[in-house]
């Protein structure tokens, strides 16, 4: 038993998973939008894979087992948080992107020259404008998480994730106009 | 094919993931449609800033000692010196063998690392000119002199643009205006040389990668020339502000053009 409760396998575990800690924590700030709240995501990640350790099959994709954990562990907590988990649901984050998906789809009207001046800081604020569905798709993807992978993190289809993820990006596009100067 | 299974395949072919049959099957309907074929471009730009603008945000060290310290390595028992180290004095020799060769390598490498930042920096130095350059506004003010231009950057940036050269009869000042350099706004301040366009950006040198090797003197400041697609690229900091000289001229007469700027910053 090791010192964080965990079996033999867990603690093993555990220790091959913090390798994977600062893109765990990437993606728990843009999920939450904040970096104490992103610490207790992550925290809360690894005390939920150390408990389901001995269901990890060694050899498969820690990487993408840690990212699913801590998104369900997002969608618990903000569930609990909203008190009403029929209201709504994560894509309701911004009512405005799943709007803005079928607007912006098939446009290509963007300024590209524009588009190449926006700055880090409008990067985030773009990309936290989107719905945590389109973020976790986006950030995902610049994980290097293959399609397959993706879709076994949501938990949906690949070929929905391909969809997800193109509109996402065009949405992402139009609103890093937006803030292009 | 139509626009909205070629928007979905579009991200995927970039990196090379269709099949030939599917990304023959792209191209053809990119060939014939202004649409997709402008968002195929748009995907190509959106990647490329999120990969190299997208902030990150790593786990804290005191979350990492925290998590660590759940899960640490087994412990060995406790034993004698000699038995403690015995065992490891060979490899400690090996090893220390091993550095000796392997130091250099990797001093090497953390110079090519270096040299690939810098490299990069150089590259966004000319994209930043060339933008510049096929604007249809290139200035957002243009010169009565330098006077005139630097007060006008105030409540724009957010640091103080430090340049004191005028122009002259040989490198007259045209104007300036607001730039991006990487992921921060630039100053940017615009000399003419005959016909020629050399553009000052003058950014927050903090977080970027600067050359220390291979330095040239140039007025008080000590500048890294470097060349990219036919353009020369001087760069130098002072401080907190960091300077990228770019034009088509030819090297010796944008030093001329730096020195005097460096010696006034």
Known sequence: MGKGGGTEAGDRLG???LAYIDALHNLARYLTGSLPDAEDLVQETYTRALQAAEQFTPGTNLKAWLFRILRNTFVDQYRRHRNDPTVGGLDTVDPVAQGAAHEVWLRGDIDIDRLRNVVAEDIDKALMRLSEEARTVILLDLEGQTETEVAEILGCAVGTVKSRLARARAVLRHRLQDYAR | MDCREAQVQILAAQRGQLRPEQQGGLHAHLDTCALCSRVDAEEQVLTEILERRLPQYPASIALKRRLAARWPAALPPRRSWRRHWGPFLVP???AAAVLLVALPVY??????????????MVSEAVNDYL????????????????????PWFAGRLDFAPVVSFEGDQEFPLR????????DRKAAVFVYGRRLHTVAL???????LSWPTRDLGAMGSARASANVNRGFNVLLWRVGELGYALVSDLDVRELRELGARLASGT
């Open chain 2, 201 to 207: 950006f003058v950014f927050r040198a903090d977080g």
């Open chain 1, 15 to 17: 220790r091959e998973a």
């Open chain 2, 92 to 94: 400690v020799f090996v």
């Open chain 2, 131 to 150: 933008r510049l350059v096929s604007s249809q506004h290139p200035l957002e003010i243009a010169s009565g002199g330098l006077h005139q231009v630097k």
């Open chain 2, 107 to 120: 001093v090497e490498r953390t110079n090519l690392a270096g040299t690939d930042e810098t490299a990069s």
């Open chain 2, 175 to 182: 104007g300036g205006s607001v730039g991006y350099f990487l």
